[in-house]
């Protein structure tokens, strides 16, 4: 049983956060994208995730969303009830990242432990004069 991740959003916010995170940690084979474009239905998105999830097999799935409560991740909520679905809503590369590396079964306790973690890569970066040293440094 492995863990694949499902990225889901409106327009092509999941197809860029799975280029970006295989830039960063290599080509990940267990992480797959939908994207929601302008004219689509959502229902129809999320019966893609869906079929995915139904020929893939036993594994622990989990969707990562874009928005909470937007028109993708209200869709998709329907396949929690299928056994080994998890929804994450605020997709972030930390999040993302974090999720792809965990080599270990995920459940529900553990994925909360990683949301609870990658929320503390979020913040607002602040340069101080006392952080500058000369020009060179902000670029």
């Not at 869906?50 to 594994?59: F, P, Q």
């Amino acid at each position: 049983m492995k863990n694949k991740i499902i990225l889901v959003s409106h327009g092509d916010l999941a197809k860029g956060m799975k280029n970006s995170v295989n830039m960063i940690i290599g080509n990940t084979d267990n992480c797959v994208d939908f994207c929601l474009q302008p004219g689509e239905s959502n229902i129809e998105l999320a019966n893609k995730v869906e079929d995915y999830i139904k020929k893939s097999g036993k594994n622990v799935y989990i969707i990562v969303a874009d928005l909470l409560g937007g028109s993708v991740s209200n869709a998709v909520s329907r396949l929690n009830e299928i056994n080994d679905v998890f929804l994450i809503n605020g997709m972030n590369s930390g999040l993302v990242i974090s999720l792809l590396l965990e080599s270990e079964k995920l459940n529900e306790q553990k994925i909360q432990n990683i949301v609870e973690e990658s929320k503390k890569g979020i913040g607002l970066a602040r340069l101080s004069d006392d952080n500058i040293s000369n020009e060179s440094d902000i670029i």
